[in-house]
């Protein structure tokens, strides 16, 4: 079975922190993504990567980064944390255009 | 106008139901479409995936895709208490690498 983990379940952050979001899969895929959830709004895409160091915005990058060094790795960082940035934050992987695997999600709150 | 509308719901229903959900999409490129499961509080997980119309079955759950409608359809028989949670429909069209669209999701309650 295909298996994502996130670093962290809960978060409680500052405004102004600078917050790392870590995110493994273990299958060897080359896509991974990461997701914001809100309620009403849906899944909206923040940053994926096809291939280690390479990185693609999303739908809603700004306030963001990533990182991809290992194939099997992929952070988001939040440079500056915000309370706007308060969310469900879900990272998941693919291989070739198929289906995406996610993690449990990290709930980070900014206060 | 979303590329993929679902509605929010909540849907509640009695267990031993047969539960209906239900995607419309604007983009007729869509050719790969999944129906993913979320229980609160953690992340969605795939239940159904399939490219071609007509019916797929699996255990319980039947996935449906009429694309000359552009509707999609998830069947859910016998619900269970179990089967409460949000199912959210996904989907990609051939040439959009692995970019995958979302509904907002169809949040189940399925009562004892």
């Known amino acids: 079975d295909v298996k994502v983990t996130q670093s962290s379940r809960y978060l409680v952050k500052r405004t102004g922190e600078k917050v790392f979001l870590e995110c493994v899969q273990d299958?060897?895929?080359?896509?991974m993504f990461w997701y914001r959830q809100d309620p009403g709004l849906g899944l909206r895409l923040i940053y994926f990567?096809?291939?280690?160091?390479?990185?693609e915005k999303g739908d809603i990058p700004e306030g963001y980064s990533v990182s991809r060094e290992k194939k099997e790795r992929f952070s988001l960082i939040l440079e500056s944390a915000s309370t706007n940035q308060t969310s469900m934050y879900l990272c998941?992987?693919?291989?070739?255009?198929?289906?995406?695997?996610f993690g449990p999600g990290t709930r980070l709150l900014v206060l | 106008q979303k590329e993929v509308e679902q509605d929010p719901g909540p849907l509640s229903v009695p267990e031993g139901a047969i539960v209906s959900l239900n995607c419309t999409y604007s983009?007729?490129?869509?050719?790969?479409f999944m129906w993913y499961r979320q229980y609160s509080r953690k992340g969605p997980e795939l239940l159904m995936y399939?490219?071609?119309?007509g019916n797929k079955e699996d255990g319980r759950f039947t996935a449906q895709v009429d694309k000359s409608s552009k509707y999609i359809s998830l069947f859910i028989r016998d619900s269970q208490p179990s089967d409460s949670a949000t199912y959210l429909c996904?989907?990609?069209?051939?040439?959009?690498?692995?970019?995958?669209?979302f509904g907002g999701g169809t949040r189940l309650m399925v009562k004892p």
């Open positions: 299958m060897d895929h080359e896509n």
């Open positions: 983009n007729s490129a869509f050719q790969y």
């Open positions: 996904a989907m990609t069209a051939p040439g959009a690498g692995n970019m995958l669209t």
């Open positions: 990567s096809y291939d280690v160091k390479m990185k």
């Open positions: 399939t490219y071609s119309s």
């Open positions: 998941a992987s693919s291989h070739g255009a198929g289906t995406q695997y």
